[in-house]
Every structure is written in C-alpha cells, then in structure tokens.
C-alpha cells in the first residue's frame, strides 16, 4: 500500500515525487516509458518563461511567475545548468508592435521586472544577425534557460534519494476506488494507494474523464525542432520570438544551455497524443518562419531533428489539485503545456504540499538534500580534469568525442538512483550521442559498458526501451541464415 502514486515521470510528476519526498510516507511514480523525461519533458525549448506572455489571472500566470523565480536556486542545488541571456519578442509591422504593447501591459500585470519595448538599432546592437527588416521588439530580460530533461532527471534523482520508488515501462490502464483506498491498474499489476495524482501529460485525458464529473479534453499539440551543432562564437545570445499566435508562442531561435541553436517548434495539433514523429511538411514550416528572424539561416550545421507533444487542455488553461467530482484522495496537475517546464517547481511544491496536507504526513526527519550532479568533463578546467583524472581514472578515457564526455561519467549516469539503462537514457545525462555524429562514434562503447554496468548481452541494450534493440543477433548467427 503505497500513501500516494503519481503517474508520469515527467518534469512536474518528479516535481512533485521530489517535493513528497520531504514528508513521511511511501511514494512511487509509474510511467509507461522505461526512463524518466520520455514525453514532452524532453522535446521542448528549455525556455524558462519570465511571464509576459501568460493570460493575466490565470493559473498559468501565477505559477509561472512563481515557477521562473525559484530555478536559479533549484538548479544551483541539483547541479544542473542554468541561464539567463533575456529574450526578444520581434516585431516586423505596426500590428505586431500593437501586440508587444499588449504583451508590455501583461508583464506589468503579471509583476515581471524589466521589460520594455526597443527599437531596431538597439535590438541589432544585441543581436546583429536578426533581420534588419525589424521595427521593435519586447526585451524581456529575466527569460532563463535550462536543459528539461537534466532537470527532470535530478529532480527524479533527488526523490529516489529519500525513498521514492520508480515504477518504469508500467503502462496505466485505468484507476478505481474501492472505498477505502484506491488501485492503479497497470498492464504489470495493480498499485494501491491512499492518494493518486495524475501527471500523465497527453496521456491524462481518460484517466481524468473516468473518475471525475467535469470532463476535460486533452489536444495533441505537436511541435517539430531542429537542432543545429554548436559554434563558436554563437550566432545568438538571446532567445528570439517572434509574436505569438493562438497556437502557442511561435517559431523561435535560441540558444541552449550546451551551446547549440534551437529553431522551432510549429505547432500542429493531431489525433494521436504518441505520434512524435517528424514531417516534411513541418519541418519546410519550422524553417520558413525562422527565417523571418534570421534570413541567412543554413541548414549546413543542422544535426537532427526532433518533435514534442504538448497536452493542450481545451479551455487554455492549467488543471491542478483535487479532482472535481472524483472521490477522496484522487488529484491531478493536466494540461500541462508551456510554460509548463517554468511554472513545474511551483507546481510541485504546491501540488506536493497539498497532497502531504491530505494525507496528514509529517516532514521526513530524514530528507536529504539532493546530491549535486558533477560537473561536465567538458565543461570543466584544466586543472579541474587533471583533479577529476586524480580522483578516477575514467575520467582519462573519452566516450564521447563530440561532446567530450568521458567513461567515468557514462558510469555514473548508469549508477545515479534513478539510472540510465539505455542508450538515450545515458544521452540525456551526459550527451553522449547528441553531438555532430548523433552517436555514430561512441555508440558501442556506450552499449559496452551498459552490459558491463547492468550485465546485460549486448542484443539486450535498446534504444530507449521496450522492442527499441540495437542489435538483432550476432554476425555469426547472420551468416547461418544466409548460408
């Protein structure tokens, strides 16, 4: 018997299972994927939004506000990078300047410091690479950057540190309450629970609908990126919008906080909440209208492409606490779109808070701090990797070349509590694989030590889980069939 189960191991289902963990009691999160950071937690800009752009009162605005306050704090203890170059909202006519106007407006209702509307000569004093066509823009200086699925990661990390259990590649089928506690069904056994709280992304719509007496409708809003190799010195230091539209706050060019370009994301809403494939058509879409802002655009440094589903909830705006109608015990944070990724502490230690008040929890006299992950091997000094070399000699040996990641950090990444045990997984804790060969290079030794570390045959390693295999069978086994 569990005292909550939170579905979905996204950046706000660890958010809250980070913020449980500092009550007493016995907590678990479940997921279909086999990691953590599988959804749109790991497919979207890793904009920290200041606040301008939510609808003033509504929850959006509040808890992204609150959200983009507490991150600079959060990562600092997590060990996970964090920045804050500013953004620009671009203007090309008089009609988008009566939009910053707009915008300008609700940043002051909304309490964000600092914005104000500038003119061409400032904006390509700041970004000289912008189309010169440009008239004004918002300068919005607190927006920050993080990477989602590195903070998604360490928030897991620090839940499982204090006794959170990850129930992952658990597929949740439906929810009953039998009276006295509730039972999570999932196609791997049920789960029963004194509390549960649906975090389930593009996958909440039924599960809500089937407990509560006020239906929501979920739309799958899929957005598609490029990703282009870091240079230096970086094309942009900002983030760059353009204005924003009814489906979302437009194609944007910006950095990330490992150096390379982003340009995206379109928005396209489709039946199917899972399809995160990407298109022709999308991908033509994303580079067209980023070319507004940057004419001299190339494709020539794009090294992969990739697509997010965003959980878009029919009536615009955040679903979060008790579920309306359902009984006692059921809550839920859905609709989780952006600014999601900002306002997911303040989501969290709400959300948290609230479900620790309801189940009468005191604080755990045992909470641990999180753990700092360590520094980037190709982030640190030189006198930094000859201390780190001292310590361990993994560090003297590069998996990675692209992104200099070294064999000491690939253990670790497998090792962490919530540990990587795929290929993508080790992807997203140390990058290895997400440089200019995208993994053509260090991909089999990653596979080896996954074996070694989790004594697995390499036709066991997959991609990212589930019947994603590297490997089909050994090359001996090949020649059989074709003799």
């Not at 004194?194 to 809500?208: D, K, Q, S, T």
Request: hydrophobic letters at 40%.
């Amino acid at each position: 018997m569990y005292d909550a189960v939170i579905i979905g191991a996204g950046v706000i289902g660890c958010a809250v299972a980070q913020r449980l963990a500092l009550y007493k009691g016995k907590f678990a999160v479940v997921d279909r994927a086999h990691d953590v950071s599988e959804g749109a937690s790991k497919a979207n800009s890793g904009i920290i939004h200041a606040g301008y752009d939510a609808k003033p009162g509504t929850e959006k605005a509040r808890l992204n506000l609150k959200g983009a306050r507490m991150f600079p704090q959060m990562c600092a203890k997590l060990g996970v990078l964090y920045g804050k170059p500013g953004a620009l909202v671009l203007a090309f006519n008089e009609e988008d300047k009566a939009t910053l106007e707009a915008l300008l407006q609700q940043s002051k209702e909304n309490g964000v410091p600092g914005c104000m509307i500038i003119d061409r000569k400032r904006i390509l004093r700041m970004e000289p690479l912008v189309n010169p066509e440009v008239l004004y823009a918002l300068y919005v200086p607190e927006s920050g950057l993080v990477s989602p699925y590195e903070f998604t990661c360490a928030l897991a990390d620090s839940a499982a540190e204090n006794g959170v259990d990850f129930l992952l590649g658990r597929h949740v089928t439906g929810l009953e309450h039998n009276g006295s506690h509730w039972m999570v069904r999932t196609e791997h056994g049920d789960l029963a629970c004194r509390a549960v709280i649906n975090c389930a992304g593009a996958g909440a719509e039924p599960l809500h609908n089937s407990i509560s007496t006020k239906p929501v409708r979920i739309i799958a809003r899929r957005g598609q990126y490029y990703l282009l190799d870091h240079e230096y010195p970086l094309r942009f230091t900002m983030t760059l919008f353009q204005v924003p539209t009814l489906m979302g706050k437009g194609v944007l060019v910006s950095p990330t906080t490992h150096g390379n370009l982003l340009i995206g994301p379109t928005a396209e809403d489709i039946p199917d909440g899972w399809d995160a494939a990407t298109t022709r058509q999308g991908l033509f879409e994303a580079l067209d209208k980023a070319r507004l802002t940057w004419p001299s655009l190339s494709t020539r440094t794009v090294i992969t492409n990739f697509s997010g589903i965003r959980a878009h909830e029919a009536n615009g705006d955040f679903v979060i606490g008790a579920v309306e109608g359902a009984p006692e015990g059921a809550f839920e944070a859905i609709g989780i779109e952006s600014p999601g990724l900002s306002a997911a502490p303040a989501i969290g230690e709400e959300l948290g808070d609230w479900v620790a008040y309801w189940l009468g929890a005191a604080r755990n006299p045992s909470y641990r701090e999180p753990t700092p992950i360590p520094k980037a091997f190709g982030q640190m000094s030189d006198n930094e990797r000859a201390a780190a070399f001292e310590n361990n000699p993994d560090y003297g040996r590069m998996i990675c070349r692209c992104e200099q990641v070294t064999e000491a950090e690939v253990r670790h990444a497998i090792r962490r509590p919530v540990g990587a045990t795929t290929l993508d997984g080790v992807k997203r804790r140390t990058r290895a694989g997400m440089g200019r060969c995208q993994g053509g290079f260090c991909s089999p030794r990653v596979m080896q030590i996954l074996c070694e570390e989790l004594n697995l045959d390499p036709t066991q390693v997959t991609k990212f889980g589930g019947d994603s295999w590297i490997l089909s069978g050994e090359l001996a086994d090949g020649a059989e069939d074709l003799a």
